[in-house]
T-cell receptor
Framework: GESVGLHLPTLSVQEGDNSIINCAYS??????FIWYKQESGKGPQFIID?????DKRQGQRVTVLLNKTVKHLSLQIAATQPGDSAVYFC?????????????FGQGTILTVHP | DTGVSQDPRHKITKRGQNVTFRCDPI?????LYWYRQTLGQGPEFLTY????????KSRLLSDRFSAERPKGSFSTLEIQRTEQGDSAMYLC?????????FGEGSRLTVL
């Protein structure tokens, strides 16, 4: 039978390359966006966040870009390492709701080859 | 370990049985959230507490589901009369305000 829900987008890169993971969102009322990393058997781990009044935010080796016009979010990982291999989720929070009430995207599987 | 702790990590049960999951949040966090995650999907919000008050419940939380946080510290999520469709990872997260800190989840398999 068909494996429902297992057809996640995948990205395969070589160690040291830069990675870009994309996410589209649909809720115009969302004003807070977060990227999470989830390793197998573990809970999601916060990577970086951005508010709707910004279009770019940088962290250590990671950058998040937000394009509100086309409702698009991206995560850039510089000098990708094997330890970065995981599923990456974008999540959004609607203005006026609890910060922790998030709507998660489908997820992208990142595989980093040594 | 001062992170969010969930117990049990794995639970296998037969359809129709009741199960209960426990979450111990990071001690100074007053907000606690429950999410459900099925294979290949992102987590879905179920409910959240601020201290002992349950402030919001998702429509995903049917009458068979109940969550409590009696003293504003640990929380329990009970599922009554489990169905095969309840099979999922149940994630707990806590927050002081803003960033969520997730536990490693409790995986439920209903046979």
């Amino acid at each position: 039978g068909e494996s429902v829900g297992l057809h996640l987008p995948t990205l395969s890169v070589q160690e040291g390359d830069n990675s870009i993971i994309n996410c589209a969102y649909s809720n115009s009322a969302s004003d807070y966006f977060i990227w999470y990393k989830q390793e197998s058997g573990k809970g999601p781990q916060f990577i970086i966040d951005i508010r709707s009044n910004m279009d770019k935010r940088q962290g250590q080796r990671v950058t998040v870009l937000l394009n509100k016009t086309v409702k698009h979010l991206s995560l850039q990982i510089a000098a990708t390492q094997p330890g970065d291999s995981a599923v990456y989720f974008c999540a959004e929070n609607e203005e006026g709701t609890s910060y922790g009430k998030l709507t998660f995207g489908q997820g992208t599987i990142l595989t980093v080859h040594p | 370990d001062t992170g969010v702790s969930q117990d049990p990590r794995h639970k296998i049960t037969k359809r129709g049985q009741n199960v209960t999951f426990r979450c111990d949040p990071i001690s100074e966090h007053n907000r606690l959230y429950w999410y459900r995650q099925t294979l290949g999907q992102g987590p879905e919000f179920l409910t959240y507490f601020q201290n002992e008050a349950q402030l919001e419940k998702s429509r995903l939380l049917s009458d068979r589901f109940s969550a409590e946080r009696p003293k504003g510290s640990f929380s329990t999520l009970e599922i009554q009369r489990t169905e095969q469709g309840d099979s999922a990872m149940y994630l707990c997260a806590s927050s002081p305000r803003g960033e969520l800190f997730f536990g490693e989840g409790s995986r439920l398999t209903v046979l």
